[in-house]
């Protein structure tokens, strides 16, 4: 099932800071986070585990509320190149296939 | 290294129409994905194989067949192509552990006249 991204779009300006939010209606193993440039290809960014461990970009973190069922991606002190479509992927057991959200546009400003 | 790679770029077909989409990785990965991507509706998984000589469909598979070749490769096929698979299809892979992420291919443009 498609975990539910908010919000769907976000517009900043250079150097403010962002957070996207990711749902899900089941209990989560992992939640994966990715950006997408316009016609690109999705990249990596961040990876949460159950239990607290965390993986990922050095100037963007996240949480990962396991009873909750929710994920967030924190970006901080924004730049252009922030700029993008942020999706998460969240697994609901090890060695599954990830389901992906909408997706969340974020388009950063000088 | 050339990651996943997809072939071809670009492509228009016919309705009706046959056509494989081909997807080779060279990181010794075990797990592969197809999925398809249209405007607001994210990254949508058809077909995934987690090993090879296995598959599994995925949110989306009908219309499409799948084909894991050996670890390398991963091959999507459209029998019949309708106007409704236009789209954006992407190849992943990944080792089969969760603390690490896929790794996905350029994507491969299709449009169904």
């Known amino acids: 099932q498609q975990p539910v991204q908010s919000p769907q779009a976000v517009i900043l300006r250079e150097g403010e800071d962002a957070v996207i939010n990711c749902s899900s209606s089941?209990?989560?193993?992992?939640v994966h986070w990715y950006r997408q440039k316009h016609g690109e290809a999705p990249v990596f960014l961040m990876i949460l585990l159950k239990g607290g461990e965390q993986k990922g970009h050095e100037k963007i973190s996240a949480s990962f509320n396991e009873k909750k069922q929710q994920s967030s991606l924190y970006l901080t002190a924004s730049q252009l190149s922030y700029s993008g479509t942020y999706f998460c992927g969240t697994e609901a057991n090890s060695g599954y296939a990830l389901n992906f959200g909408k997706g969340t546009s974020l388009l950063v400003t000088p | 290294n050339a990651g996943v790679t997809q072939t071809p770029k670009f492509q228009v077909l016919k309705t009706g129409q046959s056509m494989t989409l081909q997807c080779a990785q060279d990181?010794?990965?075990?797990?592969m994905y197809w999925y398809r991507q249209d405007p607001g509706m994210g990254l949508r998984l058809i077909y995934y194989?987690?090993?090879?000589?296995?598959?599994d469909k995925g949110e989306v598979p009908n219309g499409y067949n799948v084909s894991r070749l050996n670890k390398r490769e991963f091959s999507l096929r459209l029998e019949s192509a309708a106007p409704s698979q236009t789209s954006v299809y992407f190849c992943a892979s990944s080792p089969r552990d969760s603390n690490q992420p896929q790794h996905f291919g350029d994507g491969t443009r299709l449009s169904i006249l």
């Open positions: 089941k209990a989560l193993y992992s």
């Open positions: 990181m010794n990965h075990n797990s």
């Open positions: 194989s987690a090993s090879e000589g296995t598959t």
